[in-house]
């Protein structure tokens, strides 16, 4: 995502518009996301959401989030101390 942007920034906007979502819900900002985690030295694709509470929702997709509609089941955790991350427990 990185190299996109620097090679199109004019298009940062567009590009984040069609990712990111606004919950009407709990009205913050969330993207799904995925990426490979190693745990016990097993390799794993995760699949999760990113949430933003202080992100502009003008221009975003108007939906519910997987939070607030409590059809998945997720677990907290943190990757940093300034962004919650959330990953979809498979039942």
Do not use: A, H, W
């Amino acid at each position: 995502m990185k190299g996109f942007m620097n090679r199109n920034s004019n298009r940062e906007g567009e590009y984040t518009d069609k990712v990111v979502k606004f919950c009407i819900s709990c009205k913050c900002c969330f993207e799904k996301i995925n990426f490979m985690r190693t745990r016990d030295g097993i390799n794993k694709r995760v699949y999760g959401y990113f949430f933003y509470d202080n992100f502009p929702s003008y221009g975003k997709e108007k939906t519910t989030c997987v939070k607030c509609s409590g059809k998945e089941k997720l677990l907290l955790q943190k990757l940093d101390e300034n962004m919650p991350y959330y990953e979809i427990l498979k039942s």
